[in-house]
């Protein structure tokens, strides 16, 4: 139903599994219903497993943000995601998935959070996000009032010439993150770091050799959830200004990319 090969598919099973333990986790200190957001879901399997895990009225609903869903009209043929096996999952699970077509670099993202799921607090998944995706997963959970936890598994680090952006006071510099002796500690560290909550934490998770070697997962939870809010965001000088134009676009063309770690 989902469209993968028998291999693939037992991978991607086998590194939801973890994610999903966090979940839940963050699910008991939430004290009430929330929304689960997740950011670059794919074909959604980490979602589907949620939707039948999670303890009854814990979750509202579950959406799955990507830019690669094809819900309303052609999209590349190598990106599209089709939604054909949702409706199978909605059938037998707890709680409702919604596939949302959104580009996870643009101010929609934000816009979204403000105005659809205002009236429930909300907790942002991201799972093995490639490059500048986990910052930007970090600055919603900082700047967006109702984002009450984040859970997130950043993934492969920008490359080496790109600009260093700012996140939550902290400089994310992939330059320095190249040059440190192990460079993804390096920079699982700075996003942990630009995570502004005070009640946040770090783990590295072991996993086997066919799975994902990117296992630092990050957890964060607000002390307090303003429903329907959203900080503003301050005006960059123009050379700073430009310096994130570039990163947004050099970033946009790494959204669907598969690098390793």
């Not at 949620?50 to 690669?68: K, M, N, Q, W």
């Not at 094809?70 to 995601?81: N, S, T, Y």
């Not at 919603?140 to 006071?169: D, E, M, W, Y």
């Not at 998770?205 to 002390?223: D, G, Q, R």
Request: proline letters at 7%; hydrophobic letters at 45%; charged letters at 20%.
């Amino acid at each position: 139903v989902i469209g993968k090969p028998r291999v693939k598919l037992v991978k991607e099973i086998e590194e939801a599994v973890l994610p999903v333990a966090a979940v839940l986790e963050s699910l008991k200190n939430s004290g009430a219903a929330v929304t689960i957001l997740d950011l670059g879901s794919g074909k959604g399997i980490l979602s589907i497993l949620l939707a039948h895990l999670v303890p009854e009225g814990s979750t509202s609903r579950i959406v799955l943000v990507d830019y690669a869903w094809q819900l309303d009209g052609p999209i590349a043929a190598k990106m599209a995601i089709k939604p054909d096996h949702l409706p199978a999952a909605n059938s037998t699970a707890g709680v409702r998935l919604e596939p949302v077509k959104l580009n996870l670099l643009s101010s929609e993202v934000d816009d979204f959070i403000a105005e659809q799921c205002s009236d429930t607090p909300v907790l942002l998944v991201g799972v093995h996000l490639c490059k500048y995706l986990s910052a930007h997963a970090i600055r919603l959970f900082n700047t967006v009032g109702c984002v009450n936890q984040l859970v997130l598994a950043p993934c492969c680090i920008p490359r080496k010439g790109k600009p260093p952006v700012s996140v939550g006071g902290t400089v994310l510099d992939p330059a320095r993150v190249h040059g440190a002796e192990h460079p993804y500690e390096a920079w699982a560290g700075m996003l942990f770091e630009a995570v502004d909550a005070e009640k946040k934490h770090r783990e590295v998770v072991l996993m086997t050799k066919e799975s994902h070697c990117c296992n630092v997962f990050i957890t964060a939870t607000k002390a307090n959830c303003t429903l329907g809010a959203v900080a503003p965001r301050a005006a960059p000088q123009p050379s700073e200004g430009k310096k994130r134009r570039q990163e947004r676009r050099a970033a946009r063309r790494l959204v669907a990319a598969d690098d390793p770690c």
